[in-house]
DNA sequence: CGAAAAAATGTAAACGTTATCACGCCGATT
DNA sequence: AATCGGCGTGATAACGTTTACATTTTTTCG
């Protein structure tokens, strides 16, 4: 509440002064400096990151903004605690929002971050033509983009390895003895679920099975989609022995609906699902999946974002991480 | 990125009159006015929210904080959408941070905030006593407080009862026949924690049941702590039958250590735990639990805190949710 | 000792808004 | 005809910082 003018008026120095001992940059000689803190202590100053944001050019707000598709999704947290620890380490603070994977409100969370003047923005892209995040890149905002890449900008980008990840999956069923392996992807516009199905397709030919477009059926991401797509691949007359299941909740969603025929898994049905899930040891059964280093793609999202504030010219970087086939008892 | 002045400019009027258009405030006749719309479309004007903040008195920022313990607990995650989904309604961006249990951490976030001149606070306190936020209320930010409540200052209050809750679930485990029941409860600084076992220990005497001290365990709400404690009640000599676990974290980790020991649920011990989990179904078994109405909670505290901003002396309300006893295959 | 150089401090502009006040203009009132 | 109100607009002062520049004070040294 106190400002600049009241310490100064205290310390009776002028408030560039003042401004000068906070920013310990220009030389204060000892005494006034002394006089200077004192006053500050006393009136327990605290500076104005909007006044400081307004006068200052980029990259010192020391605030970044994080939209992702939903909070609730443990994929999200994961990645949301990544870069909330990498910011707080560097005392930067998080403007966090929920997208829905819906384009307005991904759009209207842009434009609040435009208007707040963020240092910069870590987002999964809604889909690779994403228009509302290519205009925010041509403001010059610093953008991150995790999990999804984007298909005409170039930004630093933090990905895992979709592509191997459902490869080592379906070769691990094939390897299991399922010859009929069904699939249930996301969103076919999200990058991701294009490289899962490469993965699923190329696992599947390099040990010459043939792809049935039957067996592949593509959801929303939620955990009812899951749930509906696996009934129907089950419910077919010659149905596959074993899922493939391209993120969290459908997962979910494809065990509930397993239980609900009463199917046993993995004698009757095999599932391995992409994106671990928190409890999955408290699963029934727990289950085997390829498991994202979330927290680590979000870490390193929020660690390039820090390098790119510091410097903007950077040319842009892809780090690419491993996922892990982490066998349980559903396979 | 174009400001008023550039607007101004290119419509050949003042800034003020620019100002006066956006605010649709005082009179502006029509004829400017279309100029001026113009102008703004052509420049793609959007007003800045820092300057905004900055010259504008309080309760105009459009911007709220949300501090909570930790978003990878779905308990906060889900009071998160409904805090996020609130303010998202209202035209709300929303500051969000996770403080970890940890006071230095909600003290530093709590100091963004003031800094960053947000409109209101929403968080559960670390404890009844917590002086950081105590403080944070004494500069007249309004604060919201969800879950727990503060002993000395009289704020905004949205809040489950957690008495009712813990009654409920410890009478259904004494109505199945239970007669010794292990209580794993939360930090004791916590109000809710020690409503919960108010809650517990009279539904025992109601039913003639002596509480017994070694049947009574404290963790740290932590999935670990629920192990470890778990662990401690089922090694007694003469072990609960029955156990209330006082949170979603701690009852995952009851249940690990439960089937660590190789006992079966509920036939060998029952288990109640306080607080949904988002896959209850698919766990082993589907525990039954005290539902508390999260996603009300955060929605319920964005109104109160939107109705304070508005109106900053209105007296300090109470809302009460009432908890919901879902009876799954864990009792 | 005095002038120049160096160091410390002060002044003021700028950042992009909103809001207060003053100004000019026009029709209506005495 | 002089005055008054009202209305639309423009100038300008905040808001709380940082920073370029101006000014003052101190140091250095011939």
Same mark, same amino acid.
């Given at each position: 509440?106190?400002?600049?003018?009241?310490?100064?008026?205290?310390?009776?120095?002028?408030?560039?002064?003042?401004?000068?001992?906070?920013?310990?940059?220009?030389?204060?000689?000892?005494?006034?400096?002394?006089?200077?803190?004192?006053?500050?202590?006393?009136?327990?100053?605290?500076?104005?990151?909007?006044?400081?944001?307004?006068?200052?050019?980029?990259?010192?707000?020391?605030?970044?903004?994080?939209?992702?598709? @939903?909070?609730?999704?443990?994929?999200?947290?994961?990645?949301?605690?990544?870069?909330? @620890?990498?910011?707080?380490?560097?005392?930067?603070?998080?403007?966090?929002?929920?997208?829905?994977?819906?384009?307005?409100?991904?759009?209207?969370?842009?434009?609040?971050?435009?208007?707040?003047?963020?240092?910069?923005?870590?987002?999964?892209?809604?889909?690779?033509?994403?228009?509302?995040?290519? @205009?925010?890149?041509?403001?010059?905002?610093?953008?991150?983009?995790? @999990?999804?890449?984007?298909?005409?900008?170039?930004?630093?980008?933090?990905?895992?390895?979709?592509?191997?990840?459902?490869?080592?999956?379906?070769?691990?069923?094939?390897?299991?003895?399922?010859?009929?392996?069904?699939?249930?992807?996301?969103?076919?516009?999200?990058?991701?679920?294009?490289?899962?199905?490469?993965?699923?397709?190329?696992?599947?030919?390099?040990?010459?099975?043939?792809?049935?477009?039957?067996?592949?059926?593509?959801?929303?991401?939620?955990?009812?989609?899951?749930?509906?797509?696996?009934?129907?691949?089950?419910?077919?007359?010659?149905?596959?022995?074993?899922?493939?299941?391209?993120?969290?909740?459908?997962?979910?969603?494809?065990?509930?609906?397993?239980?609900?025929?009463?199917?046993?898994?993995?004698?009757?049905?095999?599932?391995?699902?992409?994106?671990?899930?928190?409890?999955?040891?408290?699963?029934?059964?727990?289950?085997?999946?390829?498991?994202?280093?979330?927290?680590?793609?979000?870490?390193?999202?929020?660690?390039?974002?820090?390098?790119?504030?510091?410097?903007?010219?950077?040319?842009?970087?892809?780090?690419?991480?491993?996922?892990?086939?982490?066998?349980?008892?559903?396979?």
């Amino acid at each position: 509440m106190a400002s600049l003018q009241e310490v100064a008026r205290r310390a009776k120095v002028s408030i560039a002064t003042v401004s000068r001992v906070l920013n310990r940059s220009d030389k204060v000689v000892p005494e006034t400096r002394a006089i200077v803190e004192q006053a500050l202590r006393d009136l327990g100053y605290r500076p104005s990151r909007v006044a400081r944001r307004l006068r200052m050019k980029d990259g010192r707000a020391h605030l970044v903004g994080l939209i992702i598709p @939903d909070i609730q999704n443990p994929f999200y947290a994961e990645i949301a605690r990544g870069v909330e @620890d990498a910011a707080y380490a560097a005392e930067y603070a998080l403007l966090l929002c929920n997208s829905d994977e819906n384009p307005d409100k991904e759009s209207f969370y842009l434009g609040v971050m435009r208007d707040e003047s963020v240092d910069g923005i870590i987002l999964p892209p809604f889909d690779e033509a994403d228009a509302a995040v290519a @205009d925010t890149i041509k403001t010059g905002i610093p953008v991150v983009c995790v @999990d999804r890449s984007l298909a005409r900008a170039r930004t630093d980008l933090v990905e895992v390895d979709n592509y191997r990840g459902a490869h080592e999956a379906v070769s691990h069923l094939i390897a299991r003895g399922h010859r009929h392996i069904g699939l249930i992807e996301g969103r076919t516009q999200v990058s991701t679920s294009r490289e899962r199905r490469r993965g699923y397709l190329d696992a599947l030919a390099e040990h010459g099975l043939a792809p049935k477009k039957e067996f592949m059926r593509a959801g929303d991401f939620k955990q009812e989609s899951g749930r509906i797509l696996a009934n129907e691949l089950l419910g077919l007359r010659k149905p596959p022995t074993a899922l493939f299941v391209c993120n969290n909740l459908m997962t979910v969603g494809a065990l509930a609906a397993i239980h609900q025929r009463g199917l046993r898994v993995p004698q009757e049905v095999a599932v391995v699902g992409f994106d671990d899930l928190p409890w999955a040891e408290a699963l029934d059964p727990p289950p085997t999946v390829v498991r994202q280093p979330a927290y680590n793609v979000g870490q390193q999202a929020m660690e390039l974002l820090l390098k790119r504030i510091m410097e903007p010219t950077r040319p842009p970087v892809t780090v690419r991480l491993l996922p892990e086939l982490v066998i349980r008892r559903s396979s």
